[in-house]
């Protein structure tokens, strides 16, 4: 939050202890109007989870066959990746408009976006221009559905009061690492390492997930939170 240190750290603390909603997925790609998901892992994908057009993806969850057929990944051997004009990455945001209105989250959606993100921001790489649209026809209502398991849509790490019984049906564990850029730090100091559930594990029970704590030791300005 550029000029709004205050309310950034109020928000994540919040969101840390339970006491507001923040949730966000990780994100996608996108073609045209088509939005691609993390396919279930138990839906023939083996130990890696393929993405795959969310109409593919809402007839799984319907119980309907799936065809298991695994494509080739381009993102395996490549360096960098560019988007044609009619594609890019999407992601799903669950925010309390109480706490941040979607005016503000837009903003600074914005100024991340001047930003950049991942590597090679400094040679202008990861720039990009957000848009906000409307969910298609139906993906609402698969997100808000019900059922006797449930796939997460991004990195996932239980919370302290996660039923003993959640119950991981097909998973698949990633070590989150890397570094934090902050203009309060005189260098780039690395983040704890965590162990999380990758995109499309499925639980028995519907995951609370919870924001850990990665600050890096002996950094005392602010906290450094991920989810």
Do not use: N
């Amino acid at each position: 939050f550029m000029g709004q240190e205050d309310r950034a750290h109020a928000l994540l603390d919040a969101a840390a202890a339970g006491k507001t909603q923040l949730r966000l997925s990780s994100a996608f790609p996108f073609c045209g109007e088509v939005l691609y998901l993390p396919a279930p892992l138990t839906a023939g994908t083996g130990s890696e989870s393929e993405l795959v057009p969310w109409s593919r993806f809402a007839a799984w969850a319907r119980g309907e066959p799936s065809d298991s057929r695994r494509p080739a990944d381009p993102e395996a051997f490549a360096r960098e990746l560019h988007f044609a004009p009619d594609a890019g990455l999407y992601f799903l945001a669950d925010v309390d408009e109480k706490v941040l209105p979607r005016r503000a989250f837009e903003q600074e959606l914005a100024v991340l976006g001047r930003e950049g993100i991942g590597g090679g921001r400094s040679a202008g790489a990861g720039a990009f221009e957000p848009e906000t649209s409307k969910l298609p026809e139906g993906f609402s209502e698969l997100l808000a559905g019900t059922g006797d398991a449930w796939v997460t849509l991004s990195l996932f790490h239980p919370g302290p009061d996660v039923p003993t019984d959640l119950g991981p049906l097909a998973y698949k564990l990633v070590l989150r690492e890397g570094r934090i850029a902050s203009s309060s730090a005189e260098e780039s100091l690395p983040r704890k390492t965590t162990s999380m559930f990758a995109e499309g594990s499925v639980f028995r029970t519907r995951p609370q997930g919870a924001w850990l704590d990665v600050t890096p030791a002996g950094f005392d300005a602010h906290r450094v939170w991920r989810s």
